[in-house]
């Protein structure tokens, strides 16, 4: 008895890439960004120790000079240190229009030497903080939106800041003795600390005039940004958090945990999108991941380079369905979606 069977193709990503994903940025690492058009962010050499420099992810190639430190700011401005002291976490930015390379200059009264800037979100204000204060100003004019912002009896460490979508509030977070930490919430116009006293979150972000999120080592939850009280809970996020980011339309979050690991949220449902994903990246070095403004793409932090998914669905599907090269069987399809009508997937994808 000859039993014949038939050929199989069998089709494997090389270049260190997964389904619905693409590796970039070989020889770099992911350090910072994106913007909010998408496609530049902050890399450095594999390993640590160099220089920083843009990248643009849709051309995979270096944009201008090397600096100390970069810090995408919104508006197509980022904040450069060509000196920059990592162990005191001081230095002199230079405001840089990224398109002209025009130079901007910070017009903030007070304003000392040596200090630090940060995002807000993607769009203005961003901010600049010292250990007296924090200030919100617009980066494609330099100007403050408002005075200093002060804690009475506190020197600031701050571990996060961003604002409502009106620019109106900023919640901040700094930390106290690690690992403990408060949050407030300002005015920004006025500077006045509107609220404050709720502690030990890692990090806190300003969804709009309403709430915030806040997310802790054992907890994530919605708060009142008027009260502080808790409205609701979220799956707990893996490992802490070390960052998280919004997309402009309000309904996906990404926290990136201490150990790295990457947890999407669907913020419509308050729900985790799948399991988290673990970055590779050395935690002590490197934060594992990033957003972009349209929810539709994540950055994933490699040991060396970038891999970009793209979280589109029909994406995802299309690309499961050509690493698959079929459909799913019969006991495939009455094992994952028992008591459903069987379709052919992949072909519908691309009718």
């Known amino acids: ?12 990503r090389v270049d260190g890439g997964g389904t619905g994903s693409d590796v970039v940025a070989k020889g770099r ?14 890399t450095q050499p594999v390993g640590g ?15 201008g000079e090397e600096e100390d430190l970069i810090v995408p700011l919104g508006s197509d401005v980022v904040a450069k ?12 930015p230079q405001l840089e229009r990224q398109l002209t390379g025009e130079r901007i200059s910070l017009r903030i009264p007070g304003l000392p030497r040596s200090f630090n800037v940060l995002p807000g979100g993607w769009d203005p204000p961003a901010f600049a ?5 924090i200030v919100a100003f617009d980066p494609s004019t330099g100007k403050p939106l408002g005075p200093v912002m002060t804690v009475p009896g506190v020197q600031l460490d701050v571990l996060s800041a961003s604002e409502t979508p009106d620019s109106a509030l900023a ?3 700094w930390s106290v003795d690690a690992p403990h930490s408060e949050t407030g919430v300002f005015d920004i116009s006025t500077g006045q600390l509107l609220v404050r006293g709720l502690y030990d979150l890692d990090s806190s972000h300003a969804l709009d005039r309403d709430q915030l999120i806040g997310v802790a080592p054992d907890y994530a939850r919605r708060y009142d940004i008027h009260t502080l009280k808790p409205i609701s809970a979220l ?5 802490g958090s070390q960052l998280t980011s919004v997309s402009t339309d309000g309904r996906t979050l990404l926290n990136v945990g201490f150990n790295n690991a990457l947890t999407l949220y669907d913020l419509t449902a308050d729900i985790a999108l799948a399991t988290p994903l673990d970055s590779d990246a050395p935690g002590a070095r490197l934060r594992g991941g990033y957003l972009t403004a349209d929810g539709e793409t994540l950055l994933e932090a490699l040991p060396d380079g970038i891999r970009v998914w793209d979280l589109r669905l029909a994406e995802q599907a299309s690309q499961a369905c050509a690493l698959a090269g079929r459909e799913l069987t019969e006991e495939e399809w009455s094992t994952y979606f028992p008591g459903e009508e069987r379709v052919d997937t992949c072909a519908a994808l691309t009718s």
């Open 1 to 12: 008895m000859t039993v014949t069977v038939p050929p199989t193709w069998m089709r494997w």
């Open 29 to 42: 690492e992911l350090v910072d960004g994106p913007e909010k058009g998408g496609s530049l962010v902050v």
């Open 49 to 63: 120790g160099g220089r920083m420099q843009l990248w643009d992810l849709k051309r995979d190639a270096p944009v």
């Open 81 to 92: 240190y060509s000196r920059y002291d990592s162990e005191n976490q001081s230095g002199e």
């Open 129 to 133: 903080w010292w250990s007296d204060g």
């Open 171 to 173: 919640v901040v977070t």
């Open 235 to 239: 799956a707990r996020a893996i490992g």
